[in-house]
């Protein structure tokens, strides 16, 4: 796998609809479904800067979730579409820290906001350092 020199995109947004099964009988969102929709936009940030998850494996590059923080504002309901901003907000040595914001489409409302910090570990999940094409082109 080829690797980009840099990494130049530190902002990207999805759209999320959530589904039934993520809701509680009432159509509200379940709280478990965040880290997971945090994690949809960390993925799609990476491919917008030409990167998978699954290269970076393949080349012994591995990121865990070592922290992980929401704030749960407002109830996002069912069916109802949401748009996520994912957001690198830096990269050092050995992490690469993420914030993210929630909002309903039709009004802009912040429904939740957080943050995220993943370490970088090699395949026997030893802290290693995060590669330089990772680093954005303005650090």
Same mark, same amino acid.
């Given at each position: 796998?080829d690797f &980009?020199t840099?990494t130049t995109i530190?902002s990207?947004?999805i759209t999320v609809v &959530?589904? +039934? ?5 009432? *159509? /509200?969102?379940?709280?478990?479904a965040y880290?997971v929709?945090?994690?949809? *936009?960390?993925t799609?940030l990476l491919? #917008?800067? !030409? =990167? @998978?998850y699954?290269?970076l ?6 990121? /865990? /979730?070592a922290?992980?923080? $929401?704030?749960y504002r407002?109830? #996002? ?7 996520l901003e994912?957001?690198?907000s #830096?990269v050092? @040595? %050995?992490k690469?820290?993420h914030? +993210?914001?929630?909002?309903?489409c039709?009004?802009?409302?912040? =429904? @939740?906001?957080g %943050? %995220? $910090?993943?370490a970088c /570990?090699d !395949? ?6 995060v &590669?330089e094409?990772m +680093?954005?082109?303005d650090?």
């Amino acid at each position: 796998m080829d690797f &980009p020199t840099r990494t130049t995109i530190q902002s990207h947004t999805i759209t999320v609809v &959530p589904r +039934y099964a993520e809701t509680d009988k009432g *159509g /509200v969102v379940h709280h478990s479904a965040y880290p997971v929709w945090f994690e949809m *936009g960390r993925t799609e940030l990476l491919r #917008a800067n !030409g =990167l @998978a998850y699954k290269d970076l494996e393949e080349a012994g590059i591995f990121f /865990v /979730v070592a922290e992980l923080h $929401i704030k749960y504002r407002r109830p #996002a309901q069912y069916d109802e579409q949401l748009e996520l901003e994912t957001v690198c907000s #830096a990269v050092t @040595a %050995s992490k690469v820290e993420h914030i +993210y914001q929630l909002r309903r489409c039709s009004d802009g409302v912040i =429904l @939740a906001e957080g %943050s %995220s $910090i993943l370490a970088c /570990v090699d !395949g026997e999940g030893k802290i290693r350092r995060v &590669p330089e094409f990772m +680093y954005p082109e303005d650090q």
